[in-house]
């Protein structure tokens, strides 16, 4: 069992009272609103990338919305991930953060999480996994222009280990 | 008759001297409104006996579970409103049950299945007399409260509800109250009405009255909120409603556990409940039903054992109970509920909702005294449940962090969004209390939510 006590007390002194990218882009090119009907917590993504292809970058993010200390903490970390890398990039820091979080990936191996790992922690806890992936869900739901994205969709990973 | 006594320690013996289970009963007609106030209402919870309290520390050591560490702490279970522990009477008698006795029953004629058919129905006398049923014929084993919800609405709803008809529900029930009456609204083109509530929680009496019309066909309410823990005052509810005609269920799952239930004083035309409240196992439950509606009422389920006889041109149906009980029941789960409830009645429900009492109006004043906590539901009649909310700090992070000291509360929406929707919230944390819990585990809540505090500050 992960000590959520210092998980907490090293997130949320910091990005759940000042998190990063907040506030929403206006005009977007990519948006979409992820939705944990369970706990009500409720994010608003919007994106800017250069183009639409694979290697087009994050050039600009921001979210908004209510949510947990572990939701929000998490979106903030993954906005400041993902900002400046190209989608493929994102979307690969995407699967290793959902395998982690899943307790599907090797921590031992190579991966491209950096400071994610800091989240490891919620795989023990597997109501509040949810929470710390709602914001990669919202983030390739963005990227495949779906408006809304629901942790109790049939997509969910959650819903299928 | 329900008074609760002090039984010998194996009190599944059988007893021969019981009658059969099918005689047929004369129905005599049932007064509506009874004006006693005996056993159920909430200001008779604080007439303890000072002289004989609980002895917590005694019970508790009948609760393996609650010796269990967790997070390197002791193990303080507060989500009793969720489901109950089992303490080892019951366990024993499970294993009892598994070992020695079990065949299915209403069946064949060898000893199992005579001995399995005999405790089932012991089991089924035992939950009568627990909420002082007349008959026992008047109790159905169903697998919960929502199923024995779900039989009314297909059994009576289906038969009786009609396009334009009326259900009166309140904004207390829980989901399983509400859900099957849409289904059936959406089925019949009947309209439902809620009873709303005041900022304390309460439902607002006057406003309940206020909806009865011609087309008022029923009327579902919880008798306590599993939300909120407020005490509904359903004894004048039903009076109210049997002047007018109306049947009333009443959803006991919150109630069952922690007052004495008297089906006869309330003068319910349903009452359920389920048994992992009442530290019994999970899969089993009861619906109760005045006879005569019972069998006015068509099957819920088709299969064995709820027929007399099957033909294709033409199926008898079963008397009641057993119409209801198609299909193999879970006879052991109905064996241990009948243990379970043997184990509450030898402490006692008075002494139980004493007990929880104290444990609410201690933790009501801890609470109270903790800056940017606030209680949310504040009846004058509760039962022992606190929803809470912490200033600045989403429930579920209050769960995990609690939980890291050991602490179980419940987080989120309690399966009442109406409830949380009346408070703006999308869920509370809830902190609800059994017989077997201590003061010092409300101190241990109050420092949990001093280290959230802490944590968040």
């Known amino acids: 069992m992960a000590d959520m006590k210092a998980l907490y007390q090293e997130v949320i002194m910091d990005h759940n009272k000042k998190p990063r990218n907040y506030g929403k882009l206006s005009p977007c090119t990519h948006h979409a609103e992820g939705h944990n009907p369970l706990c009500g917590d409720h994010i608003s ?33 993954m906005t400041v991930a993902v900002k400046g890398k190209t989608r493929s990039e994102a979307e690969e820091i995407a699967r290793d953060f959902l ?24 795989r023990d806890l597997p109501t509040r996994v949810k929470c710390a992936i709602l914001p990669w869900h919202t983030l390739r739901a963005a990227f495949n222009s779906v408006e809304e994205v629901s942790t109790e969709a049939d997509g969910d990973p959650m819903h299928t280990t | 008759m329900n008074a609760p006594t002090l039984k010998p320690e194996n009190s599944t013996e059988p007893n021969p001297s019981q009658p059969p289970l099918n005689r047929g009963g004369a129905d005599t007609a049932l ?70 006795q079990h065949a299915n029953i209403h069946r064949a004629v060898h000893y199992l299945s005579e001995t399995a058919t005999h405790e089932y129905e012991v089991a089924r006398r035992t939950l009568q007399k627990f909420i002082n049923a007349k008959e026992d014929r008047e109790i159905i084993f169903t697998s919960g409260t929502t199923e024995a919800i779900n039989l009314v609405m297909h059994g009576y709803g289906r038969k009786f509800i009609k396009a334009g008809d009326e259900i009166i529900l309140t904004t207390l ?26 900022d304390a929680g309460e439902l607002d009496i006057e406003i309940y009255e206020s909806l009865f019309n011609e087309r008022t066909k029923f009327v579902g309410v919880v008798h306590i909120s599993n ?22 269920l009443v959803d006991g799952a919150q109630a069952a556990p922690h007052l004495k239930v008297d089906v006869q004083d309330l003068g319910c035309d349903f009452y359920a409940y389920s048994g992992h409240k009442l530290c019994g196992p999970t899969g089993i439950g009861m619906l109760y039903g005045k006879a005569k509606i019972l069998e006015s009422m068509q099957p819920y389920k088709g299969g064995g054992d709820m027929i007399l006889s099957v033909t294709f041109e033409k199926t008898l149906y079963n008397t009641i109970p057993f119409k209801f009980e198609a299909g193999t029941p879970p006879i052991m789960a109905a064996i241990a509920l009948g243990a379970a409830i043997d184990y509450l009645q030898n402490i006692g429900m008075d002494k139980i909702a004493a007990h929880e009492h104290s444990l609410l109006e201690y933790a009501t004043a801890q609470i109270n005294n903790l800056k940017g906590v606030r209680i949310i539901g504040t009846a004058k009649h509760k039962a022992s449940v606190i929803s809470f909310a912490i200033d600045g700090v989403h429930p579920h992070d209050i769960g995990s962090l609690l939980n890291q000291e050991g602490v179980a509360v ?3 929406h309690h399966c009442a969004q109406p409830v949380m929707n009346r408070y703006r919230v999308p869920a509370t944390s809830r902190a609800s209390f059994a017989f077997y819990n201590t003061m010092a585990e409300v101190d241990a809540l109050i420092a949990g939510i001093r280290v959230v505090q802490k944590v968040f500050a």
């Open chain 2, 410 to 412: 419940r987080t989120g």
């Open chain 1, 45 to 77: 993504l919007t994106m800017n990338l250069s183009g639409n292809m694979a290697d087009d970058k994050v050039e600009a993010i921001g979210f908004e919305g209510e949510a947990c200390a572990i939701c929000k903490s998490s979106t903030s970390l």
């Open chain 2, 173 to 198: 029930e829980h989901h399983s109250n509400i859900v099957p009456w849409q289904m059936l609204c959406e089925e019949t083109g009947a309209k439902i009405r809620v009873v709303p509530i005041n």
């Open chain 1, 99 to 122: 395998d982690m979080t899943t307790g599907k990936l090797d921590m031992n191996a190579p991966n491209k999480l950096a400071r994610l790992t800091v989240f490891a922690g919620v």
């Open chain 2, 31 to 100: 007064p509506l409104s009874r004006g006693s106030r005996r056993g159920f209402e909430p200001n008779e919870q604080t007439g303890l006996n000072p002289a004989t309290p609980l002895d917590v520390e005694r019970i508790r050591a009948d609760f393996p579970i609650l010796k269990l560490r967790v997070n390197d702490k002791p193990l303080v279970y507060l989500d009793n409103a969720a489901s109950s522990q089992m303490p080892q009477r019951v366990i024993d008698r499970i294993t009892h049950y598994q070992t020695a």
């Open chain 2, 227 to 248: 939300a909120l823990g407020t005490i509904n005052p359903v004894t004048q509810m039903i009076a109210y409603a049997h002047a007018r005609g109306v049947p009333v």
